[in-house]
């Protein structure tokens, strides 16, 4: 982004569908005289026309939208505006949304308990043609190194029988039923489950049941 003083601020579109959301994204940029927040969607479908009547140089995208995600948004803007930069502003710090977010074409992305100045980096990186990753998400990048390199999502990476170790564990099944329904030892079913949990960036059992769940994931 241009340094100059006289230069035109950059002008942002926030997507949001929380007003105190939009609203103090739009006082935290009014004290930044290079931004400019130029417009405010709170569903995918706004967010679409609007950026496509205002071209924004930056969009701020919640990830969770009422109607469409926040990632179609984001495939469905570049196509239409291939120069618009995309920063996913998300509460997830999933392996998964990170990674769908990044492959949509997101050149950043930011947990919404980062501090305010933080987003205000994020936007100005991105206008200098950088990637900006949150710092819970550099360091959840730099645990699985995969997580950019791949065009398959942590997801599709498992192997048919981490998914079915998944599923099962999603389903109540303790690693005793688990061993006897798949013919396997209890503590190979406890290595199927650590590696997997290690593919999806989650630390215990009760973040895998709810990645899961959030993901509606089956077996193959």
Do not use: W
Request: with cysteine; proline share 5%.
């Amino acid at each position: 982004m241009d340094s100059n003083p006289s230069a035109s601020p950059t002008r942002v579109l926030v997507v949001d569908d929380h007003g105190i959301v939009r609203d103090g994204i739009a006082l935290l940029f009014a004290r930044e005289p290079t931004l400019s927040v130029v417009g405010f969607a709170a569903t995918a479908e706004l967010a679409i026309r609007t950026a496509v009547r205002l071209e924004p140089e930056v969009v701020i995208m919640d990830l969770a939208l009422p109607d469409l995600s926040g990632v179609e948004a984001t495939q469905r803007i570049l196509r239409l505006l291939p120069g618009t930069h995309i920063i996913a502003f998300s509460a997830s710090t999933s392996a998964e949304h990170v990674h769908q977010a990044l492959r949509a074409g997101a050149r950043g992305y930011l947990t919404k308990d980062a501090l305010g100045a933080e987003l205000v980096t994020a936007v100005k990186a991105v206008c200098a043609g950088e990637q900006y990753l949150g710092g819970v998400i550099a360091q959840r990048v730099t645990e699985t190194p995969s997580l950019l390199a791949s065009h398959k999502s942590p997801i599709e990476r498992l192997s048919a029988r981490e998914r079915e170790v998944l599923h099962r564990t999603v389903g109540g099944a303790t690693t005793l039923e688990i061993a006897h329904l798949l013919s396997l030892s209890p503590k190979t079913v406890d290595t199927y489950r650590s590696r997997l949990m290690q593919k999806l960036g989650v630390r215990n059992r009760a973040s895998l049941i709810r990645f899961a769940l959030a993901h509606v994931v089956a077996p193959n």
